[in-house]
């Protein structure tokens, strides 16, 4: 066990040194603009929240994906307007990739200049990871690549964890949240807690039904100032000890339930942007439907604990690829200058 320092933390004593200044929310981020998305019955068998759009014809499934395309465009131009740095990447036709709207999946972009590489579930999914979308990101938004940490192994032994979808960082306690579910890990988390220098914090949660949720950002999101966490669908005793955890933080801490977390409610991210008016300021990223579903007093402490609330409509992302908003931004930390 680590000896801590007087003022030091678990996280800066795994990390292996003194606490500094870190960014809880990234200024930029990446995005990948699908070209082939669909409903993926692969990827359905864990997760509960995609629903099929039932018999299609051709120009059916053709119409959901411009349909979903023309909801990324407007959640592309939703940030940009907001003052995020917003690199798109064309997703390639061949092969065809249902689910590359969600690249915070397979990859992550550290402010140390290191990159992790994840091992995903489903078959289908491993084609997303290609090295020259990293390439475009260390191009288009100063991204300077230190190190890779490739976690891809995994996929061998059955052994997955994926992205920001499996893990909820508090970059400033360094605390790693993960909930146990056939696409994360323990021994894959524990290692990249390592890896990376943070505090290990696994859980279990589940549905109504008792199904384990298939990504840990459908019920939890860490801010600056505030935190969500979907206390409903988590057991006791792990329910009370990450609520401890988290109001140590000094962290205004919102619990949701179940039926917000149905309406991704929980699946939010908070990004950092500069304003005329409010200098450093956040900005709160949302879909229309998960602040149509959350509950009147926590949309109001929400948005009294952040700067800005952005609603953004991505129905059929929602629907065909059971994620939100939040999954389809990969936050990319480019060096504090601070």
């Not at 099929?52 to 014809?57: D, E, H, R, T």
């Not at 969600?102 to 091992?119: K, R």
């Not at 964890?161 to 890990?185: F, K, M, N, Q, W």
Request: aromatic share 6%; with cysteine.
């Amino acid at each position: 066990m680590n000896s801590l320092t007087t003022g030091q933390s678990l996280g800066d004593a795994l990390s292996g040194g003194p606490k500094r200044s870190r960014q809880q929310c990234a200024d930029a981020v990446l995005m990948i603009r699908p070209a082939g998305f669909d409903y993926n019955p692969e990827t359905a068998e864990t997760n509960k929240m995609q629903r099929p759009a039932g018999v299609q014809s051709a120009s059916g499934a053709q119409d959901s994906r411009s349909l979903a395309r023309g909801e990324f465009d407007g959640l592309v131009r939703a940030l940009r307007s907001e003052g995020i740095s917003v690199c798109v990447v064309e997703d390639t036709a061949e092969p065809v990739k249902p689910d590359a709207v969600f690249p915070n999946n397979w990859v992550s972009f550290h402010e140390d200049g290191t990159v992790v590489l994840y091992p995903m579930q489903a078959e289908t999914r491993r084609c997303e990871r290609r090295r020259e979308v990293v390439d475009v990101v260390a191009d288009e938004l100063g991204f300077t690549v230190a190190r890779v940490l490739d976690l891809t192994h995994h996929e061998r032994e059955g052994r997955f964890l994926e992205g920001t979808g499996s893990l909820i960082l508090d970059h400033v306690e360094r605390v790693v949240y993960a909930s146990r579910s056939p696409r994360t890990h323990e021994a894959v988390v524990r290692e990249w807690a390592r890896e990376l220098g943070y505090e290990p914090f696994v859980f279990s949660a589940f549905d109504a039904a008792g199904v384990p949720l298939y990504h840990t950002n459908v019920l939890m999101c860490i801010g600056a100032r505030i935190a969500v966490v979907g206390t409903e669908a988590i057991a006791q005793p792990e329910r009370a000890a990450i609520l401890e955890r988290l109001r140590a933080s000094g962290r205004d801490v919102i619990e949701i339930g179940l039926e917000e977390i149905g309406r991704f409610a929980g699946n939010l991210l908070e990004l950092a942007t500069w304003d005329e008016a409010l200098g450093d300021s956040r900005v709160l990223v949302m879909s229309e439907a998960a602040r149509k579903g959350l509950y009147p007093e926590n949309f109001a402490r929400l948005a009294a604990g952040t700067d800005t609330v952005l609603a953004v409509p991505v129905p059929t992302i929602e629907r065909l690829g059971g994620g939100s908003v939040r999954c389809m931004i990969a936050e990319v930390f480019r060096p504090s200058l601070r």
